[in-house]
């Protein structure tokens, strides 16, 4: 047995061991040189990008300081002394780079496994603080003049503005509107460089609806007079925006007559009409898509007192968030970032945009005298610390300039300025939400969604207060007071929003100087004058809301307002002084005679009817007025929802024209429904001053009173005295009862599908009512929830969320002396999620489409968990006594799966039919 086969077989054996031993040795020392190797390029972080050419490496975000030592370093020899742990310096920029010294040491010690020391330690020499700041050789090559080293040549046009600046306006075409197979197209969805340039001035010329589409709409016209020839015309001054500059500390000064002369004057004649204002202003084809500094304003109005100008801005950026992933191997352009393998989908436009962001972030100024210019010329303003600010310029970020236009002389005078406020605190909300930074330079912070509205005021001057609340500046439809705005023009900021926030927050202990205003601006940087710098200007300061839309002019809205609400339980003290409330509950809804879901998956027409029959309930269950916002024009010129408002009394309903587009209907991953939110902050802003409770819901979305509740008023009621200030529904996707349906053959495809579709003599209440879970529900759907909440203490709110308050606005000190709880994070205190039987329910009727009903002849005889939502779309309501022993099929094989609320069975559908007959269905 231990012959020579046995001695061979050893032999082979230990052949083999061998050559495994030494293929796991060569596996093994690949892994370690590959993990080396990645070690060393995470610790050069991209080298190549280089600082500029008389920077020093060890440079700190204090570029006063850095400045003040560059000489020195030239001229002196290197100090030879040796750095200690204290001389650290977290706040300053780790090799010149986009990301400071305390982040690196972070990702050292998460990667390396380093205490903070040894990670201090070992990067010391290039996060050295001012008194200790000395030369350090490295073997950095020093930063080319040439920008396309660091962003490459794809990207330099785009950041330096040059593809704009290169262009000529004498030599622009104003471009006729293109016919598409029997359709008009704009060019918004492909341009590039010039393409920009025209597409913005011909939309200017026609608007932006006759530019799109087929036929011309009312959207131009003007009812009993508007804006006459020898008035101003709104005007946007676009000015090119260079943001290769942004990284020169202090920030650059914009030379004047240079800037003068490269604006780019566009012209909106089709501004004419104050109570068509929103149809008409320039949002789909902005002039913003050429200076994004400029704001994507959606609406303008004055508040009811007369005293600001108010603004609903968007943030166009977010318009290029979508996100698609990475190809295989796929190489990105130089300066390109990318997020979890997922790459922007128009990375070019959502760069170019950045100083959208700026937009949302305060800016400190000073009022300043310049030499040779006379006492009774503009303001002239510098940039400031919140140290040396003005009052009113501590927390602004445009210039406002007042005109006023008479019409028996055709002059045109300035009469007076003022700086903006914002409604809210954006970076505040950042700090109080937990979040490191409120926006990122590579713009992966869709998440962020208080960074969505831009919401701010420009106050009026004292003497024409009582002319704008009483609605005399504006004459035939048209207004003889104007506003410029002008944005003050500096970067976004990308440090943690504590870093800058006023002193009133008294954040001081946690600043670790990460952004130093006389740093970052210098302490002489003035503001060009106003007709040197890019602008909106005459921008008309139409009539307050109410008189625009719901009552005469010169009515005394004090005999309309209603009784005083009761006593409040936990009454919040700080709630600013309210307008007139003549409304308890009122209700906003965006909607359209046809449009497409998300993602452009359907196509959905049934907006009329179901208009009709939800204005028809939510009347019947106690909403006082009812806002809508008619988006139909953003579809077609050609029909909209005025016919079917115009059946209910002017003193319950309001149409607001409202056809400017959704920018971005989910592309990629990512949606910014812009025209939805703007419409939102539109009728809180304009209508919730003047009302208790605001609900802002679909109309395929009921709220139903439940319990003893006879309407929405009283339930409403009762929230104020139980201290509520927000009212939380849930929400979920209810099923279109089969044996209701129209007859599936109709619309039945070769696929088997179809569209379940209501019959004209049932309603949508009715057959919708069957949910898939039993009422009340027991999960969560939290990010289908809608609220119902006080106007005047939620201050954004967008579409599920009360995003930002009142009292989350408040700092530490100001929150604990309204008797709250503080907590690092905000958490709403005010909050409640109703009560779905004693209180009010929310049924959605979310429309089935053709899609929906995949498989469902073999889906909808499957018999799920009632915890499983989507398995058949279709509604096969459970019997009311049924027995949970039996097999749950009923007796033609088909799956119960859905419950029926009794209460909106038994009372609210009769009530609703019956309502809807008077009126003439």
């Known amino acids: 047995m231990g012959g020579p086969r046995a001695l061979d077989n050893g ?91 305390d982040d690196r040491i972070a990702w050292v010690m998460k990667v390396k496994k380093l205490s903070k020391t040894e990670a201090i330690m070992q990067n010391l020499n290039y996060c050295l603080k001012g008194d200790n700041l000395y030369a350090v050789e490295t073997n950095d090559p020093p930063q080319s003049s040439d920008p396309t080293e660091e962003w490459g040549v794809e990207l330099e046009p785009i950041l330096s503005g040059s ?60 009812e009993g007079g508007g804006r006459t020839a020898e008035m101003p015309v709104l005007t946007a001054y676009c000015e090119p925006v260079n943001q290769t500059t942004w990284k020169a500390k202090p920030l650059p000064i914009r030379p004047g007559p240079t800037t003068k002369s490269s604006l780019i004057p566009v012209e909106f004649p089709n501004v004419k009409s104050c109570k068509n204002i929103q149809a008409q202003w320039p949002i789909d084809t902005p002039p913003v898509d050429i200076d994004p500094f400029l704001p994507w304003i959606h609406d303008v109005f004055p508040s009811a007192d007369g005293k600001n100008v108010v603004f609903i801005a968007q943030n166009r950026r977010r318009c290029f968030n979508g996100q698609r992933p990475l190809n295989h191997d796929e190489k990105l352009p130089k300066g390109v970032a990318e997020h979890k393998n997922y790459i922007h989908i128009d990375y070019k436009k959502n760069y170019f945009m950045r100083p959208q962001s700026a937009l949302f972030q305060h800016v400190p100024v000073k009022k300043v005298n310049v030499d040779n210019e006379s006492a009774d010329d503009e303001p002239r303003y510098r940039l ?52 490191l930074r409120s926006a990122t330079a590579e713009g992966f912070d869709n998440h962020m969604i208080w960074q969505s509205q831009l919401l701010f005021k420009c106050p009026v001057p004292p003497e024409f207060h009582e002319q704008v609340r009483s609605g005399d500046t504006v004459v035939d439809d048209y207004s003889t007071l104007y506003v410029d705005l002008i944005p003050i023009r500096t970067p976004p900021r990308y440090t943690p929003p504590k870093e800058f926030l006023q002193p009133r927050y008294n954040f001081k202990g946690e600043i670790e100087k990460l952004f130093v205003a006389d740093n970052e601006f210098g302490k002489d940087h003035v503001l060009p004058k106003i007709d040197e710098s890019g602008r909106w200007e005459n921008i008309p300061v139409c009539m307050p809301s109410l008189f625009t839309h719901v009552i005469p002019k010169g009515e005394d809205l004090n005999a309309l307002v209603i009784p005083p609400e009761p006593k409040i339980k936990n009454t919040i003290d700080i709630l ?158 209810a099923k279109p009862r089969f044996d209701l349906l129209d007859d599936p053959e109709k619309t039945m495809t070769s696929k088997g599908t179809f569209t379940p579709t209501v019959t004209e003599d049932e309603t949508f209440l009715h057959t919708y009512n069957c949910n898939w879970e039993n009422f009340p529900r027991n999960n969560d759907l939290s990010h289908r929830r809608k609220q119902m909440y006080r106007a005047d ?89 049924f027995d949970s022993n039996k097999t749950p099929l009923r007796s033609d094989g088909w799956a119960y799966n ?19 007959a008077k009126r003439g269905k």
């Not at 700190?60 to 040796?82: C, F, G, T, Y």
């Not at 598409?180 to 597409?199: F, N, P, Q, T, W």
């Not at 419950?899 to 009530?911: D, Q």
């Open 11 to 101: 032999r082979n054996v230990h052949a083999k061991k061998k050559r495994r031993i030494s293929l796991t040795c060569i596996l093994a020392s690949i892994a370690v040189l590959y993990l080396l190797f990645l070690s060393f390029v995470m610790v050069a972080f991209d080298g190549g990008k280089k600082q500029e050419n008389n920077s020093d490496e060890s440079a700190a975000s204090s570029s006063q300081l850095r400045n003040s030592v560059k000489e020195d370093v030239k001229s002196q020899p290197l100090e030879k002394k040796q750095a200690t742990i204290h001389d650290f310096c977290g706040s300053c920029m780790f090799r010149g780079m986009d990301f400071n010294c």
């Open 163 to 222: 593809f704009i600046k290169d262009v000529s306006r004498d030599e622009i075409t104003i471009a006729q509107p293109k016919e598409e197979k029997g359709k008009l197209v704009g060019l918004r969805d492909s341009r590039e460089a010039e393409d920009i340039v025209s597409s913005v001035l011909s939309a200017a010329k026609y608007g932006d609806r006759e530019y799109d589409t087929t036929s011309n709409s009312d959207a131009t016209k003007s």
């Open 384 to 435: 400031a610390s919140h140290e040396d600010a003005d009052p009113d310029g501590m927390e602004t970020r445009m210039i406002c300039r007042f005109k006023q236009f008479d019409s028996n002389t055709g002059k045109l005078s300035i009469v007076g300025y003022s700086l903006s406020a914002f409604e809210v605190d954006y970076d505040y909300h950042t700090k109080r939400k937990g979040y």
């Open 576 to 733: 600013p002084e309210a307008a007139p409330k003549i409304h308890k509950v009122i209700a906003c809804t965006w909607a359209a005679t046809t449009f497409r879901t998300r993602g452009n998956r359907a196509q959905v027409g049934d907006g009329k009817r179901r208009l009709q029959e939800w204005l028809e309930f939510n009347l019947l269950s106690g909403f006082d007025h009812i806002y809508v916002y008619d988006n139909s024009g953003a579809f077609t010129n050609e029909d909209s929802l005025a016919d079917v408002i115009g059946l209910f009394d002017k003193s319950q309903v309001t149409r607001v024209d409202w056809p400017c587009k959704i920018c971005s209907n989910r592309d990629g991953n990512e949606g910014e429904r812009s025209s939805q939110y703007a419409a939102e902050s539109s009728c809180r802003l304009r209508f919730g001053a003047h009302a208790r409770w605001l609900g802002s819901f679909d109309t395929d979305e009921y709220l139903v009173p439940m319990g003893d509740f006879n309407s929405m008023g009283e339930v409403a009621d009762k929230f104020d005295e139980d201290g509520v200030k927000v009212a939380v529904f849930k929400s979920s996707p």
């Open 793 to 881: 203490y939620v201050k954004l709110h967008y579409v599920h969320y009360s995003t930002i308050t009142i009292l989350s606005q408040l700092s530490e000190e100001e929150f604990k002396s309204a008797g709250e709880t503080w907590l690092p994070r905000y958490k709403e205190p005010h909050d409640h999620l109703v009560d779905e039987e004693t209180e009010a329910t929310m049924l959605h009727t979310k429309s089935k489409v053709e899609h929906n009903t995949n498989g469902w002849k073999d889906r909808c005889k499957q018999h799920v968990s009632s915890k499983i939502e989507g398995h058949c779309s279709l509604g096969f309501p459970f019997p009311k006594d």
């Open 898 to 916: 859905c419950f029926m609320n009794e209460v909106i069975e038994t009372r609210w559908w009769p009530k609703l039919v019956d309502a809807m």
